[in-house]
């Protein structure tokens, strides 16, 4: 059930009413926009009637929620979720955020380089993978607690955020002290244990739609984190596995305008992963932006052609620095900025 309040309600009708849904078995999570509270129960409480609610003093709404996801939906949080980080970045608003940089950090001088040219063309988050998950066991795998200490240098050097994907529990409390969110990736996306930790977690989390899953799939496993108490949670678009084999995934642009309408959340998509093809990345991210992503997330390499993985779909930093100035020109056709 979803209780939206009146504008001027005042703490104690806002608390009156969250009594009265614990009273009869809601687990109730709150959200305070700038104009109105809403309430959103969720579990499975004893039957109710949806008019007590409606009557209750300072309510100016209340409707069952039908659909299986309650926190994630557009009716938790109407006026959409902004996540703002620390160094002012905000994503969510009218900004379009980009993330870029190489698939894993494989030395200081490689992770020192591409986020010097990242923070050029306009990133605002350097993405690298200090634990990698390979389809490969005698894949590189990453460079773990090395990885993550040259990706929290870095970003003190150059004021870009980090981002980085975790792949089980036991490396959240590893990872919190040097990222600034934790990316779930495409095949953890239903590691429903996982997604319960980070619900516990107070670090934003950006979560990648898995391989074959649908979009209600990936709402629900949205829900899983929200349900925890962590509200800032991004979406991500990053491709599904189709009968094509002609790129790696088959990138799936009409699901962003289809989150933009069910979810409050923040919807990036991510090309690189989309296509599998660095010649295809460019049309794939000026899509995304006219699609209305509310931001990107790119690879970008110095030397890709050296890069030891995913090298293939990673772009040169002059095509990172040439994207840019193209996507800027389509964000203000969409009445979106990007810096």
Partial sequence: MIVAMMEKATEEEIQMVVARMVEI????????????TVLAGVGQPASFDVQDFQIMAGVADAHRITSPYKLAGRGFAPQGTQIKFTNGVTVGGKEVVVMAGPCSVESREQIFTAAKQVVAGGAKFLRG???????SPYSFQGMGLDGLRL???????????????????????????????LQVG????????????????????????????????????????????????MLCERGIRTFETYTR?????SAIPV?????????????????????????????????????????????????????????FPQQFEQLMKELRIIATAVDRTLS
Avoid at 161 to 174: F, G, K, P, T
Avoid at 212 to 228: D, F, K, N, P, R
Avoid at 264 to 280: E, Q
């Fill in 25 to 36: 078995g809601f687990n109730v999570h709150r959200t305070t926009g700038a104009r109105q």
């Fill in 129 to 135: 993978g200090a634990f990698k998950p390979r389809s």
């Fill in 151 to 181: 990706l929290r240098e870095v970003g003190d050097a150059t004021g870009l955020l980090i981002v980085s994907e975790v792949m089980e529990i036991s490396q959240i409390e590893l990872m919190l002290p040097y990222v600034d969110c």
């Fill in 186 to 233: 495409a095949r953890n996306m239903q590691n429903f244990n996982l997604l319960r930790e980070l619900g516990q977690a107070r670090k934003p989390v950006l979560l990648k739609r898995g391989i074959a899953a649908t979009i209600e799939e990936l709402l629900l496993s949205a829900e899983y984190i929200l349900s925890g108490g962590n509200y800032d949670v």
């Fill in 249 to 253: 995934n088959t990138m799936d642009i």
């Fill in 259 to 315: 989150l933009k309408h069910l979810t409050h959340l923040p919807v990036l998509g991510d090309p690189s992963h989309g296509t599998g093809r660095r010649d295809m990345v460019p049309a794939m991210a000026r899509a995304s932006v006219a699609a209305g992503c509310d931001g990107l997330l790119m690879e970008v390499h110095p030397n890709p052609d050296k890069a030891v993985s995913d090298g293939a779909q990673s772009l």
